[in-house]
């Protein structure tokens, strides 16, 4: 491989995680409960207007229209077909 090629990728490959990161990583707030009508997940879409997929909501919080104050994790890991929005781990979660 030249020299000048592989100074190249090698540039793309450190400057690619800096650009997916303009996310952070832990959100918290408060927002709503609400099913897919897409696919079989749960949202919890902050009072900010954006929606996050959660990767495991408990049974509990599995209502549509409930109040809830949360700690999310993002996930940049996982792909969904739902498509609507960041995947999220639950830290936390409260009904209010």
């Excluded at 690619?16 to 832990?26: G, K, N, Q, Y």
């Excluded at 707030?29 to 919890?44: N, R």
């Excluded at 207007?49 to 993002?74: D, S």
Aim: proline share 6%.
């Amino acid at each position: 491989m030249k020299p000048l090629v592989a100074t190249g990728l090698l540039a793309a490959a450190l400057l690619l995680p800096a650009c997916r990161d303009t996310e952070p990583l832990v959100v918290s707030g408060t927002g709503t409960i609400h099913p897919s009508s897409l696919c079989s997940a749960w949202f919890v879409v902050a009072d900010s207007g954006t929606g996050y997929e959660i990767t495991r909501m408990p049974e509990a919080f599995q209502e549509n229209g409930l109040r809830v104050r949360f700690t999310l994790k993002i996930r940049y890991d996982l792909a969904s077909v739902c498509m609507a929005g960041p995947i999220a781990d639950v830290w936390t979660i409260t009904k209010l």
